[in-house]
Each structure stands twice: as structure tokens, then as C-alpha cells.
């Protein structure tokens, strides 16, 4: 039997819930993997206000140096969140040889290759499945289930409250604010949701999962990051009419050495799996060689399934106790000579839409200025004749460079032919 | 770094795909993963028939035997297929001290826990991924991707040639002889189809996903198993107004420590991600707790798919070397007092079609009959008046014992008013 003990940090929702799980799974965790976890030390610094029922034999303090400093604790869990000092926190416990599993995607996102090289130093491990996807094993299927393949792409609903309120307002016809307001009684987004709805908790996720998938630690600024706040239910309608549906997704892919990298309101295809993932769920989309593509989707957010990631953390930890940590650390191994390709360079297709005068030569204003960039149009829809002075047009482009988009953009904005501000979104043609 | 002698024994499409993929990711491997793997031997009865290029330094033979007694070869690759003697030679490496390394689903299904007591006795590991999904890691996932969570059900559509099927058959109007001499141009379905459109091949897989999530060895006997010989497009386009599309899926639930298992065409919501999982993919949808539900996709045949799988299962072992074999082969906990509960005990919804008169009082014939057994209806859909003498009924009903429904079934083939043999598939409320 391995006897681990635990230094549990933070006791929010998800310290709790992992607490709760330790408890249910006790004999289950013994006789399956051959492991016994004891929380020896719980720190939390208003853990007088908690609930700590059940931990009888657990040390609780407000100092969380009282975990690092306890040569007998094996494992910090931090759960405390926010990048300070979380990060101090594990960069110490490595340093003293312990091991860390954590949910923190800022720090992991911020820190990771300090980490994972003191870790590696240190002979310690470093498991962090929970800070993408909760508890669904998206680091593990790249690292682990599909170890040996290289990857070129990924696609990541990696955000549950934006696909909760995506959802709602495509299917239940909410508005923005409603939907927002919804996920909050549930439970699913933030009193404060700022960094869910502007992209940036998907972007935080998506610089882990190229680190991994790519072997690039990339900065959270060199991601291209929009919200979904633009996103009207005009989009939403339209898009329906063309087959299509709109996700917030996390995108990377490798091309020729660079890296692209981006977040941003997509429409894809209803066809594509990625389109049934609705609601809270979050799902990785991976192109893998030799595999093909691979999706896996699961519950994004929660307390227990947040504490599921933590649990299958430790039974790694658990399964690798006699184990050589050097291999299990090279789970970051970096490529050589990996750029990144700035926004301005990326290609994508666009839907375009705006409100346009309806008099005959409109189309061809509107094809000639694209055309001066190099723009190729796929298809338009106008609905002509309707007896309005103006309708709608919706474009679909070939793929363009961003760079030139937005200048044909800001020349289709001029025309006075153009009767409002046009909504640009991206496309993206998933297999 | 780990030097590794492999014994491959079977040189056919996955056999040379593997052989492949170690070339292609040698130095990768080396860098990554610390490991080094060399053919030592290859045994396949028609070597000499083969193109062994590039294997220069490995010993080429017909007589497996030289893979099994040379004590420098530490993993036994065996990719020859069949039961025997597959099995015989899984055995012998196992007693040996042997890692065994295998895509032989027929094999694990069948003998799986002897296979597993005798890797657990001689210290010796047993990776088996490519038996179900190929590379797409379902097996990884309910062991180590969410490993400590509990499972309730699960449904997986791990049949690439009958998913190929039916999906031809819906999008593409084909017939079912048509869309399998499709399949087998394209190469997705063997000569002998047999096994795959029968069911059967499921089954073997799901009898392994059993073993894997509940702990309980099933034997195949003991899965109810319908392939898709009799779907017809009556049913697929009555399926699709009804918002339902029908997909072979291997379905296995644990409720009151009874296991209830079954491979058939099963009627299933066009909003379920499940329902968008097309040609060759194969996908595997868990219920977990904590976790909640997950689903897994991808390519489930072809060589180099395969390969994946058997690649990961070599680096699997890899950075296990130095470890405890103990806690792997715990892989399979057997839990103790699960019991299976029969088909005729299984409670699922039907969709019930068939010709009947177009006179008053029909209806109340039928509901007069299923009331009789017990059995509630969710909704019926007649065309009625059409001007011809019959007209195609659609039931679906309530959630019924398989042998009620069957003895009410005989019921309404016997009445009067019935013009055509009644067609039933079942459906699946899938969240």
C-alpha cells in the first residue's frame, strides 16, 4: 500500500469536493490502485468560517506554509487560485521535492515552463488535469492516450458558460443578458464573468493545451482573443439558415513551423459534432497524425468534476509512486525553432453581414472591393425586392489573410450603398 | 535510456503499419519518451511472401517460437489475429515474464481475466488498445483517463463498417447492398463481412469495455446481439420525421448490481453528439461518476489507426519500466456479486412499424393489446384517409420488459387488421 500525504491548499468548491471524493472512493482508491491518501494538512486562510467536518484527524491552519514546511507532506494540492501566490506556493513545494497537482490554468498558463523544469529538477511531479475541461481528460488524451502522435490542429469549446449562453440564445431564443443571467443562477458562470464572456479563461486554456499538444510555450498575448458579447441573434438566425452555428472555440493550428493561435466566435457547420456540443459541455476537437481526428467532450465546470480531475491527478501520482519521474516531466518537451504566426497573417474564411441599400449594382460594389484584396466570395444571400429601401446581405468569403480582410472591411464600411456597421465572423471548414 | 527488444509476430496491414510508425517516430520516441524499440524479431507464416525492407537487423522467420524463447525479447507485439494461436502464444510470453503487447479483441474478450491473473503472477504488463476504437483511446480513457470515477452505463458505436453503413444508407439514400459493396471498395469491411454486420465484432469489444468499467468478465454469450441486416429505408426516413436517427450501438448499464448488455440498431435523437458520429468513426459515450458524461471519438479501423493504438500501448510500457506492474494489472478489479440480467428482463422504448387497415377502431385494437401487457404509448403517428386500403402506423412506446413487449408483438402480428410483419427497434433516451 502507498501511504500519500496530502497538503491540501485552498477549500473552496472544488477543495471540498475533492475532500467529499477522497472519502467516497477511501476503500475503492486501496483496493483498486493500491493507494492510501491522507489529508494531513489543510490550509485555507478563512478556513475558521469552513465547513471542515469529517477531518478530524487533518491538521487546519490558515498558513499555507505549514503544508510546504512538513517534510512528511508528499503532494500539494493547490486549490486556492488567482496567480499569486499560488505560483510561489508550487515553485517552493518542487523545490522541496514535493509533488503538485493543481487546477490554477493562469499559473500553469503563466508558469508552466518554469515549472515543469523545476519539477523536473526536482524529481517531482507536476499534474494539472483540471485546468482544461474539469475532470474531462483533455491534458491526458494528449499526453497520454494518444501518446506518439504528433499533432496540426486543435479546436477547443473550452469555456462552459459561453456555450451555456450560446446555446440558450440559439436554442431557447434568449437574449445576451438573459442568457447571462441564467448560467449565473445556475451556477455555471462567475458573480464577476468578465473573463469567461471576453475569451480570456478559453485563451489561459488554450496556451496549455499548445504547450502540450505542440510543444511551445506560447504567451497568453500572442493569442488573438474576442468574447462573444458582439454576437447578435440576427448572427444566430442567419447562420441557421446557412447550416451553420456559432461556438466560441480556442483554435491552434501547426503550420510550416508556425504557430496560429486564437480565440473567437467560429461558425461551423451543424453537421460537425462540435455543433451537438451544447450547454455546459466543453469538448476538444484534435488532429492527430497518425491517428485522424479525435473528439473528446465532458462536463467543463462543476465541483465534482473538477474534483474528478483532481482525484485521477492523484491516482497518477499514485500509479507513477516507484516510478521514474523524468520520463513523466518530459510531458512538456519543447520543439526547436517554433514561431508564431501573428493574426494579421491567418487565413480564414468570413461571414459578412450588413445592411445594404437595394438597388441594382450593389453586388458588384461589394465584389469589387473585395476583389481589390484578393477576396474570394463562396456565396451571398440578399434578399432583393423586398419593398424595403434596404436588406440584408450576408457574404461568405474563400479564405483571406486577416490583414486584408480588415482593410476591405474598413472600404466596405465606406460605401454608401452600406447602410450599417458590418458584422465580420470567422469560419472555420472542420472535417 | 530504455532499450526495448520487441517481438512482432503477424506482418499484415498493422503488423507492417506499426513497423512503420517506429521508424517514422524513432528519434521522437528516443527524445520524448527515453525509449528505444527494436525489432528483434518478426514472425509471420508467409514472411517470405512480405516486403520486409528495412528491417535489416531484425530476424526475419516463420516460427513464432523464435519470438518466444529468445529471453532477450522483452515485449511480445502479437498482431497475428484469430483465437488460436493467438492465445496460446499470449500465454506462453505471460509465463514467460513477457510483456504482451496485443490488438486481438477476440482473444481478450474470451480469455481476458485468465490473460490478466497470469500477467499479474509473472509481473508483466498487458496493453491492449487497439482492440477497441483502434488508436482512439477508449481503453485509456475509463483506466487512466478518468481513473477513480464509477460507471453507470455506456454506449459506443465501435462498429466502423456498419456506422459506414447505416450513414450511406441515410445521407446517401443507398441501399444496404450498395453501401456495403462501398464499404468494402473503400477497404472499411473485410471480404467477409460477417462478423461486423451481424453484431458480433461489438460484441467482443463491448464484452472488453464491460470488463474494463464495471469489473465484470461477460461472456459473449451472454450479450443480446442484433446487426443491421433488417434496417430498411421505410425506417430510416420514418426515423428522421420523427427527429431520430438509428445507429448500431453497444450498450451496457450496471442498475442493482445487474449488468444488462446488448449490441443492436437502436433508435436514438438526431440532437445527441452521438447521432452526429458518421461513416468509419466510432465513438464511445460513458456515463462516469463524479465526472458525468463523456464521450470519446474517432477513427475506429484502418492501418495506421491501429498502429496508434499499438504505438501508445509501447509507450505506455515504456514509462512504466521501472514501475510497479501490480497496480497496472489492477487494470481489471473484479467486482464481486454482479449479476447479468436478461434479455427478456432488459426494459428499453420501442418504435413498432407496420401496415394496417385504414378503418375506424384500428387504433384502439392496438392500444387494446399493448395495455394489455402493460405497455404505455408515447405517440402514434398515422397517415389516415390516404384513399388506399392501408396505411404505415408508427408507435413508440413507453419504457417495457423486452418480454412483454415481445408476447404483445405476436399479439398485433396475429390481428386482423395488421396488413405487414411488424418492425421493432428500440430507442434510447440518451441524455
Redesign the interface.
Known sequence: MNKINVGLIGYGVVGS?VVK?LKQ?EE??Q????AQFFIKTLADRSIHKKDTRGLGRTLLTKDYRKVLEDPEIDVVVELMGGLHPAKEIMIEALKRGKHVVTANKAVIAAAGKELFQLAKKHNAHLYFESCVGA???MI??IT???????FSALYGIINGTCNFILTAMTKNKMSFGQALAEAQKRGFAESNPTLDINGMDSTHKLAILISLAFGKFIHVKDIYTEGITQISHDDIEHAEKLNLTIKLLAIAKKVNRKIEARVHPTLISK???L???NNVYN?LYLE?R??????????GA?Q??A??GV??D???L???????T???S?IY?EVKNLGIRPIGQVKTKYYLRFMASDKPGTLSKLAGVLGRYKIGINSVTQKAHSGKSTVPVIILTDDAPERLFRLALQKIDQLSIVKSKPVAIRMENLN
Do not use: Q
Not at 144 to 150: C, E, S, V
Open positions: 469536493g471524493l472512493r475503492y482508491l483496493n483498486k490502485f493500491n475532470g474531462t481528460p491526458n488524451i497520454d492516450g494518444l501518446a506518439g502522435n504528433k453537421d460537425h459534432p455543433a451537438s456540443i469538448a492527430a497518425p491517428m485522424g481526428d479525435i473528439l473528446l467532450s465532458g462536463e462543476g465534482m468534476a474534483a474528478s482525484l485521477s492523484l491516482i497518477h499514485a500509479s507513477n509512486w516507484k516510478g521514474d523524468s520520463l513523466l518530459n518537451s
